[in-house]
């Protein structure tokens, strides 16, 4: 622990008695004032002992003080003596500078005034000892090493490598300080300890490898993003490091770094934004581990905006791009006994001349098990699967039951017509059926 230190402060004091009719001249000239702690020392302790002392002043008795504490009158809290006074700080007193402000009255024969004012600073918390590493782990690509590591500013650092000779480092104002190591081997072990200005101390026991293997990416996000209706859209890739760890990650999309998140538990690198409008994005993703090793790996992402509206009410179904209709049909959808699903949906598979297969219900009874493509085929020409169970978007050549509730369920779209919607659709757009 670093005790608070007594430092002396001299004082001249002098004057001219009268006795009878003469006068006597007399001096105090290397008397001295006592104070604890010592002007701008820094100390370990939440609870200082703060005092003032004026042991050589032959004669000198303390008649008043006023003291203050960081601006707070604490005169009625010190205890006072002949020479001086003692206060003992209450428990956590706050980290940082403290100011110490004292007018004393001394009698010495004649009334003398003291003024005293100095500053001193608490400080408990052990210094960090920083460096890029993981988990404990620092690394290198070659069997010389350079380290830069930071901890508290002046801290004195004892850095020992592999149990061979002590090395005493001094952080510089800002911290910085070196560690260079040389001839690792395949396994090694680095002890750092650092003392700051006030004694409190931090060890650390590290170990270090050699790391030439960089780290893996590899893409987890699909290529095809649908934005429609999405304030916020995710961009994932997963990156791996078997030996020293990742230290650092990046994405780039479309040239500009974007802000991300990196679980390390599943290593999973994300971005979570809104892409705006459709195209093409270029995307890049580099990782970096403790050793230095980088790794990047680049793909393009679409952007599609596109979504499907259903409105059952209406019998109308709309392809949006962005806010803007695209296509729209006449359909029929399900009938009150087998009413078309509302909801969100999305687009899972696409069919051109699907074969038709009985579903084994009631009014699937009489049908064939399989109806191949063709005029009499329930699915038309043209198929587009939701992952609604059992629900499509179809063609049909009933064409009298467009505008209706007709089908068992799926959507119905006139042949002629789902021929040119048919292409603009993709696996994965978003579909909402509203009633």
């Known amino acids: 622990m670093n005790s608070p230190i007594t430092k002396r402060i001299v004082i001249g004091v002098g004057g001219l008695l009268v006795f009878g009719l003469s006068l006597l001249a ?21 609870r200082p002992t703060i005092s003032v002392d004026w042991p050589y002043a032959i004669g000198a008795t303390l008649k008043n003080a006023k003291v203050t504490l960081d601006g707070k009158d604490i005169s009625k809290a010190i205890q006072k ?49 920083v460096l ?63 003392t700051d200005r006030a004694g409190n101390v931090t060890k650390r026991k590290l170990s270090v490898i050699i790391d030439t293997k960089p780290p893996a990416i590899k893409r987890a996000s699909v290529k095809h993003i649908f934005t429609y209706a999405k304030k916020d859209n995710i961009v994932k890739a997963v990156v791996k490091d078997g030996e020293s760890g990742i230290v650092k990650t990046r994405m780039i999309i479309d040239g500009k770094p974007v802000k991300t998140k990196f679980n390390e538990k599943s290593n999973a690198l994300a971005f979570t934004g809104n892409f705006g409008k459709e195209g093409v994005r270029k995307v890049q ?49 399900g009938m009150a006994r087998f009413p078309t699903p509302n909801g969100n949906w999305t687009v899972v598979r696409k069919k051109a001349m699907a074969s038709w297969y009985n579903p084994m219900k009631a009014w699937s009874s009489g049908m064939p098990r399989v109806i191949p493509p063709g005029p009499s085929n329930p699915l038309g020409l043209r198929t587009v699967y939701l992952d609604a169970s059992g629900i499509r978007i179809h063609g049909t050549s009933a064409y009298g039951s467009i505008g209706t509730r007709a089908s068992h369920g799926c959507i119905r779209v006139k042949n002629p017509d789902i021929l040119p919607f048919f292409p603009k659709v993709t696996v994965g757009t978003p579909v909402i059926i509203r009633p």
């Open 285 to 333: 993703v580099d990782a970096w581990d403790v050793a230095g090793n980088k790794t990047s790996e680049n793909w393009n992402i679409e952007i599609d905006t596109s979504q499907i509206i259903i409105d059952q009410s209406d019998f109308k179904l709309t392809l949006y791009k962005g806010r803007k209709p695209i296509h729209t049909l006449n359909v029929a959808v």
């Open 81 to 129: 003596n002949s020479k001086g006074f003692v206060y003992t700080a209450p428990a956590n007193m706050p980290q940082g500078i403290h100011v110490i402000n004292a007018e004393l009255e001394y009698n010495i024969i004649f009334t003398k005034k003291v003024h005293l004012k100095w500053f001193f600073s608490t400080d408990t918390v052990p210094p960090k000892i």
């Open 26 to 46: 007399y001096s105090i000239t290397y008397a001295s004032i006592d104070i604890t702690p010592d002007e701008e020392q820094i100390i370990n302790s939440n």
């Open 132 to 194: 890029n590493e993981k988990n404990n782990t620092l690394a290198s690509r070659t069997p010389d090493i350079g380290l830069d590591a930071k901890t508290e500013a002046y801290s004195i650092v004892k850095s020992k490598f592999n149990n061979g000779k002590e090395e005493i480092l001094n952080a510089d104002k800002k911290g910085n300080f070196k560690v260079g190591l040389k001839s690792l081997k395949k396994n090694n072990e680095l002890l750092l300890e650092a």
